[in-house]
């Protein structure tokens, strides 16, 4: 579904990722761990394209979207974005979120829009939040809302930075869940967390990024239990 190459990106002099190779496939779910500013957000922001490339190459299901040919917009919706800040539009209520970007981007008819946007409000927990106002909501609550709205899309693959940090660790388990349900239903997912717990559980394949490079991946039992970088043991050691 995803294949990065050798992807490389700088801001300014800053460069920030030094050749990052990965592949993601259909169903599957990575998760990215790492030191704070070593470059997780701008993988994920490459894929899909809020970053320009300095250079390498992105594929997300068959579009290369390094290529200038192609169409941003399109790619977009296939790679949904879950971001920490929620990013909910605060003017519209919780169902216009959902119903937005399917009628703006892929011309769905209100009515259509509104009740597929009904029903993932059910997904998530939160059909009886259709009318609020994002200030209406617990974080826990928006960052759902955030989820249903990366849905109504059907993208094919979602892409959550640290969707879970924002929030009081009470809230943090009902996001978790319903990442978890999205995960058994065979959705692709790149999850930047540092919920150790999640990706020990949910993760196919755990990956840390340091230095602007991947410095160890392996399946989580493994990842865990032997890690084999010095710098992965360090950061480890440091938050589980
Ligand atoms: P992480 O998500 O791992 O904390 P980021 O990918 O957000 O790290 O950032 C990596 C580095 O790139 C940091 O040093 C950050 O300050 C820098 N950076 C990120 N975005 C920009 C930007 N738009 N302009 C300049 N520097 C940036
Ligand atoms: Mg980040």
Redesign the pocket.
């Known amino acids: 579904m995803i294949t990065i190459e050798n992807l490389h990106k700088s801001?300014?002099k800053?460069k920030?990722l030094k050749g990052i190779d990965l592949h993601v496939a259909t169903g599957e779910v990575v998760c990215i761990i790492?030191?704070?500013?070593?470059?997780?957000?701008?993988?994920l922001?490459c894929i899909n394209r809020l970053?320009d490339p300095t250079s390498g190459r992105i594929v997300v299901d068959g579009h290369d979207i390094t290529d200038p040919n192609t169409n941003i917009n399109l790619v977009r919706t296939e790679a949904g974005m879950v971001f920490q800040q929620f990013n909910l539009f605060p003017h519209m209520s919780v169902l216009s979120n959902v119903t937005l970007g399917p009628i703006k981007v892929r011309g769905v008819s209100r009515p259509e829009a509104e009740e597929q946007g009904r029903k993932l409000l059910a997904k998530v927990g939160l059909a009886d939040k259709a009318a609020n106002f994002p200030e209406q909501l617990s974080g826990g609550q928006k960052q759902r809302v955030a989820i249903a709205r990366a849905l109504a899309l059907n993208p094919k693959v979602i892409l959550f930075?640290?969707p879970t940090s924002a929030l009081d660790p009470e809230l943090v388990g009902e996001v978790l869940e319903v990442m978890k349900k999205l995960a058994r239903e065979g959705m692709t997912m790149v999850v930047?967390t540092h919920e150790m717990g999640f990706a020990k559980e949910v993760a196919d394949r755990v990956i840390f990024?340091d230095e602007g490079v991947i410095q160890e991946e392996n399946a989580p039992h493994e990842f865990f239990a032997n890690p084999k970088n010095p710098r992965l043991r360090d950061f480890l050691s440091k938050v589980v």
């Open positions: 801001f300014g800053l920030v790492g030191p704070s500013g070593s470059g997780k957000s701008t993988v922001r970053e930075d640290e930047v990024v």
